[in-house]
Every structure is written in structure tokens, then in C-alpha cells.
């Protein structure tokens, strides 16, 4: 697993993908908090990171579209299914990487907020430091942080899964768009309303099992600062689901 990891780890700064994941991340979020925040002149986070949610509907993809795809377009996915490495293994190593740079990634866009700190504490040192409570709530940020990494986690093993299915990466890209895209959009359907203010889903049992499958309500708690040991779970049940289904796709190709 090592070998496939380090391996993986490589290809996304020899090819210019991980340089153009990370770029647009980087920019994109730095923008992003400087309009939500500094621009604002807010504290308050939330819509950064729910802004972010949505970006990674497109970014993710980018690094889970050549995972497996790649392999079977150059034919070098046979040397995958031989090599002394378990498929477990194998799908782990490739996850594994495709987490680390995405971690790796939100972690160094952290700096975004160390101007609303500065900012913060020059103001609490000066004519507002009567106020209670000036600048942004650490628990909410280091909660939303966490929120956001499992999030990507199992958008990752969902993007790792789509990849093996097809050789064609512009397809993978695609599709998995097209599945997070729903899966951070149903949360929504719960709150659509008519013109008379009435909910479209007037059936209680159905609104509570979108809300049970919507990715972002399990998110919130998070945001609130509450560690969420249910919504840990659910996120790594989608991580552990998807990377299962990833090994079983190999195993029928190993043995078919």
C-alpha cells in the first residue's frame, strides 16, 4: 500500500494536476474569505466554509478522476491487479493520497484566517475593548474545519469509486460532479416552499429521510461548534461504503 500511495503521491506534482488542484483552491478560497470576512467586515465564517462545500463539487473531482480511469486508459491496470500488493491495498493507497493532498490543502487554506485574528486583537487592545466578544468563534472554526475534511473524505471515496468504473477521465469528472452536486443539493428539496409558504414535501416520514441522507445536515452541528459522533459516523460509513464497492469492482476484474 505503501509503494501505491507514494506512487500516487508523485503523479499529482510530476502531471499538472495537483499544481492546478491546489492553485485553484488556494486563490479561490483566499478570494472567498476575504469577501466573506474582510470585505464584509464579519467575523462570522459560515458562509465561507458553505461557499467552499459547493467548490468542492468541482474540485474534488479533479483529484479522483484519473485515479483508476488513468490505469485503464494507458493499460497499466493490469500491472495493479498483479503487483504483490492486496486490492485493498491498492484502493487505499489511492485514497489515501487523493486525502492527504485534499487535507493537506484545506489545512494550508487555514492561514485565510489569521488577518481576522490580527484584526480581532488590535481591535479588543483598542476603543472596543469593552466588548465582551470580538472576533471569530474558534470552536465554530476548528469545528467547521473538521466538518469539511470529513466531508471530503467521503466525497473523495465516492469520487475514487466512479473512477474505477470507467477509462475515460472527463467522464469520471463528470459523473462524480453530477452525484455530489445531489447529495449537497438534497438538503434543499426540504426546504422548498409554494407560494402560499407551504412545504413541497408535505409528508413529514419523507423529509426525514432526506434530511437523514443529505450530507450538509449532518454538517451543522459542526459549524455550531458541537462534535457530532453521529455525523462522524455517517461520514465514515459513506467513506467505508464506497471504497468497499471500489474493491469489490477490482476483485470481480481480478478474478473475472
Not at 478570494?31 to 459560515?46: H, N, R, V
Amino acid at each position: 500500500m505503501l509503494a501505491i500511495y507514494k506512487k500516487e503521491m508523485r503523479s499529482y506534482f510530476i502531471n499538472p494536476i495537483g499544481y492546478v488542484y491546489m492553485g485553484i483552491f488556494l486563490v479561490f478560497s483566499a478570494l472567498l474569505a476575504c469577501y466573506t470576512t474582510l470585505i464584509s467586515e464579519s467575523y462570522s465564517t459560515s458562509q465561507y466554509f458553505t461557499y467552499m462545500i459547493f467548490a468542492f463539487i468541482i474540485l474534488i473531482p479533479l483529484l479522483t478522476m484519473r485515479l483508476f480511469a488513468e490505469e485503464r486508459k494507458l493499460r497499466t491496470e493490469q500491472l495493479l491487479l498483479t503487483a504483490p500488493v492486496t486490492i485493498t491495498g491498492m484502493v487505499m493507497g489511492k485514497y489515501l493520497a487523493a486525502l492527504t493532498m485534499y487535507v493537506g490543502t484545506v489545512l494550508i487554506s487555514c492561514v485565510n484566517f489569521i488577518p481576522i485574528y490580527v484584526i480581532a486583537a488590535a481591535e479588543r487592545a483598542g476603543e472596543k475593548s469593552s466588548v465582551a466578544h470580538i472576533g471569530p468563534v474558534t470552536a465554530q472554526l476548528v469545528g467547521s474545519v473538521v466538518a469539511i475534511i470529513l466531508l471530503g473524505a467521503a466525497f473523495i471515496a465516492i469520487g475514487t469509486f466512479i473512477s474505477s468504473l470507467t477509462e475515460n477521465q472527463l467522464s469520471a469528472a463528470v459523473v462524480t460532479i453530477g452525484v455530489l452536486c445531489a447529495m449537497v443539493l438534497l438538503n434543499m428539496v426540504n426546504n422548498i416552499t409554494d407560494s402560499d409558504g407551504q412545504q413541497i414535501i408535505s409528508s413529514y416520514a419523507i423529509r426525514g429521510v432526506i434530511n437523514w441522507i443529505s450530507v450538509l445536515s449532518r454538517y451543522y452541528n459542526f459549524s455550531y461548534g458541537i462534535f457530532d459522533f453521529a455525523a462522524l459516523l455517517y461520514y465514515c460509513s459513506i467513506s467505508f461504503v464506497f471504497l468497499f464497492l471500489t474493491v469489490r469492482v477490482y476483485e470481480k476484474r481480478r478474478w473475472g
